[in-house]
Nanobody, 128 residues
Framework: QVQLGESGGGSVQAGGSLRLSCAAS????????MAWFRQAPGKEREVVAA????????HYARSLKGRVTISQDNAQATLYLQMKRLEPDDTAMYYC?????????????????????WGQGTQVTVST
Protein backbone atom coordinates (compact mmCIF):
# COMPACT_ATOMS: atom_id res chain seq x y z
CA GLN A 1 0.00 0.00 0.00
CA VAL A 2 1.13 3.51 -0.83
CA GLN A 3 -0.56 6.58 0.62
CA LEU A 4 -0.34 9.93 -1.16
CA GLY A 5 -1.20 13.44 -0.05
CA GLU A 6 -0.98 16.54 -2.23
CA SER A 7 -0.47 20.12 -1.14
CA GLY A 8 0.57 23.44 -2.61
CA GLY A 9 -2.45 24.29 -4.71
CA GLY A 10 -4.10 27.67 -4.58
CA SER A 11 -5.18 30.70 -6.54
CA VAL A 12 -2.72 32.55 -8.71
CA GLN A 13 -2.84 35.10 -11.47
CA ALA A 14 -1.98 34.20 -15.02
CA GLY A 15 1.74 34.21 -15.55
CA GLY A 16 2.43 33.14 -11.98
CA SER A 17 4.02 29.99 -10.61
CA LEU A 18 3.12 27.25 -8.16
CA ARG A 19 4.89 24.21 -6.78
CA LEU A 20 2.75 21.24 -5.87
CA SER A 21 3.97 18.60 -3.45
CA CYS A 22 2.91 15.02 -2.95
CA ALA A 23 3.99 13.28 0.24
CA ALA A 24 4.19 9.53 -0.08
CA SER A 25 4.11 6.98 2.72
CA UNK A 26 3.80 3.24 3.08
CA UNK A 27 5.61 0.90 0.70
CA UNK A 28 6.94 3.75 -1.41
CA UNK A 29 10.00 1.77 -2.49
CA UNK A 30 7.72 -0.49 -4.52
CA UNK A 31 6.46 2.32 -6.76
CA UNK A 32 8.30 2.38 -10.07
CA UNK A 33 6.10 5.13 -11.42
CA MET A 34 4.72 8.36 -10.07
CA ALA A 35 2.79 10.96 -12.00
CA TRP A 36 0.76 14.14 -11.83
CA PHE A 37 -2.70 14.23 -13.37
CA ARG A 38 -5.23 17.01 -13.60
CA GLN A 39 -8.93 17.24 -14.20
CA ALA A 40 -10.78 20.42 -15.07
CA PRO A 41 -14.56 20.72 -14.63
CA GLY A 42 -16.36 18.99 -17.45
CA LYS A 43 -13.17 17.54 -18.89
CA GLU A 44 -11.49 14.17 -18.75
CA ARG A 45 -8.57 13.57 -16.46
CA GLU A 46 -5.25 13.96 -18.24
CA VAL A 47 -1.70 13.08 -17.33
CA VAL A 48 0.58 16.09 -16.91
CA ALA A 49 3.95 14.50 -16.22
CA ALA A 50 5.42 11.23 -15.04
CA UNK A 51 8.66 10.04 -13.51
CA UNK A 52 10.32 6.65 -13.41
CA UNK A 53 11.44 6.62 -9.80
CA UNK A 54 14.42 4.27 -10.25
CA UNK A 55 16.43 6.74 -12.34
CA UNK A 56 14.29 9.91 -12.34
CA UNK A 57 13.62 9.69 -16.06
CA UNK A 58 10.71 11.99 -16.87
CA HIS A 59 8.09 12.51 -19.55
CA TYR A 60 5.69 15.38 -20.10
CA ALA A 61 2.46 16.13 -21.85
CA ARG A 62 3.36 17.88 -25.09
CA SER A 63 1.07 20.83 -24.36
CA LEU A 64 2.75 21.53 -21.03
CA LYS A 65 6.38 20.76 -21.77
CA GLY A 66 8.57 23.70 -20.88
CA ARG A 67 6.14 25.05 -18.30
CA VAL A 68 6.13 22.18 -15.81
CA THR A 69 8.86 20.15 -14.14
CA ILE A 70 8.31 16.93 -12.23
CA SER A 71 10.89 15.90 -9.67
CA GLN A 72 11.30 13.65 -6.66
CA ASP A 73 13.06 13.83 -3.33
CA ASN A 74 13.61 10.24 -2.33
CA ALA A 75 14.92 11.15 1.11
CA GLN A 76 11.69 13.02 1.84
CA ALA A 77 9.51 10.59 -0.13
CA THR A 78 8.01 13.57 -1.89
CA LEU A 79 7.02 14.22 -5.48
CA TYR A 80 6.92 17.75 -6.84
CA LEU A 81 5.39 19.56 -9.78
CA GLN A 82 6.82 22.99 -10.47
CA MET A 83 4.54 25.00 -12.73
CA LYS A 84 5.35 28.36 -14.29
CA ARG A 85 3.72 30.81 -16.69
CA LEU A 86 0.37 29.50 -15.52
CA GLU A 87 -2.66 30.08 -17.75
CA PRO A 88 -6.39 30.08 -16.95
CA ASP A 89 -6.65 26.77 -18.84
CA ASP A 90 -4.40 25.25 -16.18
CA THR A 91 -7.23 25.60 -13.67
CA ALA A 92 -8.00 22.08 -12.45
CA MET A 93 -7.78 19.65 -9.59
CA TYR A 94 -4.30 18.19 -9.60
CA TYR A 95 -3.67 14.65 -8.40
CA CYS A 96 -0.55 12.65 -7.80
CA UNK A 97 -0.55 8.94 -8.45
CA UNK A 98 1.75 5.98 -8.00
CA UNK A 99 1.95 2.44 -9.25
CA UNK A 100 4.13 -0.59 -8.70
CA UNK A 101 3.92 -2.01 -12.21
CA UNK A 102 7.31 -2.07 -13.93
CA UNK A 103 7.68 0.63 -16.56
CA UNK A 104 11.45 1.14 -17.08
CA UNK A 105 11.27 4.76 -18.28
CA UNK A 106 9.52 8.08 -17.85
CA UNK A 107 7.55 7.54 -21.02
CA UNK A 108 6.60 4.07 -19.83
CA UNK A 109 5.18 5.66 -16.70
CA UNK A 110 3.49 8.42 -18.69
CA UNK A 111 1.61 5.93 -20.86
CA UNK A 112 0.80 3.51 -18.04
CA UNK A 113 -2.75 2.37 -18.59
CA UNK A 114 -3.82 2.89 -15.00
CA UNK A 115 -2.43 3.96 -11.67
CA UNK A 116 -3.35 2.11 -8.52
CA UNK A 117 -2.69 4.71 -5.82
CA TRP A 118 -4.09 8.23 -5.79
CA GLY A 119 -4.03 11.25 -3.57
CA GLN A 120 -7.07 13.35 -2.73
CA GLY A 121 -6.08 16.20 -5.04
CA THR A 122 -5.19 19.85 -4.68
CA GLN A 123 -7.03 22.65 -6.47
CA VAL A 124 -5.20 25.07 -8.74
CA THR A 125 -7.10 28.14 -9.92
CA VAL A 126 -5.54 30.58 -12.38
CA SER A 127 -7.27 33.91 -12.93
CA THR A 128 -6.76 36.53 -15.61
Amino acid sequence: QVQLGESGGGSVQAGGSLRLSCAASGYTYTADCMAWFRQAPGKEREVVAAIYTRDADTHYARSLKGRVTISQDNAQATLYLQMKRLEPDDTAMYYCAADTKPAYSGSGCFYLSEYRYWGQGTQVTVST
